[in-house]
């Protein structure tokens, strides 16, 4: 389960999305973080079903100095990936509409949400730019998933990566000049349907996920992590200096930080055959937000950016992923 649930982060989606199958068999990321006070921490939550599958998921939001946390949406098919405007008045996430998967926005304090992206593939991962006009998000084209920017309010997309491989999970830079993601190494066609990107680490001797960066008006791609494992769901530190990413290192995924420009990983948790997965900075930037699996389910923990000792945030029998910190409106 802890494989299944944490570890098959985001490319498990993407696959699984492509192949219109098990839409809810996959952990999300965490979403980009903005300089700010403090605010609420959005997270999505699940149940797992008899049988093993997970029910469908939905939002909430949290202090995070933990306490009751407050249920943001209500759709039985479920909802994921939620992501901080700015300002922290609005949370951007994404709907399964029950044939694709699309991108909505919502205020942080609920309400009606609105529609961003509308067409018959499915698009995930929403990430806002600095100045809340343009949303990120990883788009299914056919063939593998690619990075796309769209208007906040809806329109036509614009296309950022371009290539035959799976790339997800996009972060604006607090600058709005970049955007990271993770990328899959392996060509969409040489992948088995049934497998993962995430998961070829656990067989194979080859390289599977990175973090890179692109211009947020696209170009040529910069690989910034480089190793022989799985590398994904970053988050830039709100000065945009650093990149918190997941990192398998071969017992387990823990969160790593490195430069923005690439060099030296710094670890940051240290658990022992227990994963640490999807970072997200806190506005002020002294704070990494995380979910930690626990040996019974995925909680929703905080740590400082240099390390130390985590502090648990939610604490359920349920699963507790994909954080975004939002800054106090």
Request: glycine share 10%; charged share 15%; hydrophobic share 25%.
């Amino acid at each position: 389960m802890r494989k299944t649930v944490l570890l098959l982060a985001s490319m498990a989606v993407a696959l699984l999305l492509a192949s219109g199958a098990g839409l809810l068999n996959a952990v999300k990321p965490a979403e980009a973080t903005f300089p700010g006070q403090n605010g609420r921490i959005a997270y999505e939550s699940f149940d797992i079903l008899p049988g093993g599958a997970p029910a469908p998921r939905t939002i909430y939001t949290i202090n995070p100095t933990g306490g009751t946390p407050v249920k943001l949406t209500n759709n039985d098919t479920g909802e994921s990936d939620p992501s901080y405007l700015p300002n922290g008045k609005r949370i951007a996430y994404t709907v399964y509409d029950g044939t694709a998967t699309e991108i909505y926005t919502i205020n942080a304090t609920g309400g009606t949400p609105v529609q961003v992206t509308n067409n018959t593939r499915s698009e995930s991962h929403p990430s806002y730019s600095p100045d809340g006009t343009k949303i990120a998000y990883s788009g299914f084209d056919g063939n593998d998933w690619e990075i796309y920017k769209i208007n906040a309010t809806g329109g036509t997309p614009v296309q950022l990566t371009n290539n035959d491989m799976h790339d997800t999970e996009p972060d604006y830079s607090p600058n709005g000049e970049k955007v990271a993601y993770t990328h899959c190494l392996i060509p969409a066609q040489q992948q088995d349907p049934d497998r993962s990107c995430a998961d070829y680490h656990q067989t194979d001797e080859a390289d599977y996920t990175e973090i890179f960066t692109i211009n947020a008006t696209g170009g040529t791609p910069f690989n910034v992590t480089n190793n022989n494992t799985y590398d994904a769901s970053p988050s830039y530190s709100p000065n945009g200096n650093k990149i918190a990413y997941t990192h398998y290192d071969g017992n387990d995924t823990e969160i790593y930080k490195i430069n923005a420009t690439g060099g030296t990983p710094v670890q940051v948790t240290n658990s022992t055959m227990s994963d640490d997965s999807h970072p997200s900075y806190s506005p002020n930037g002294r704070k990494i937000a995380y979910a930690h699996y626990d040996g019974n389910d995925t909680e929703i923990y905080k740590i400082h950016h240099n390390g130390g000792t985590p502090v648990r945030v939610t604490n359920n029998n349920s699963y507790d992923v994909a954080p975004s910190w939002g800054s106090s409106p």
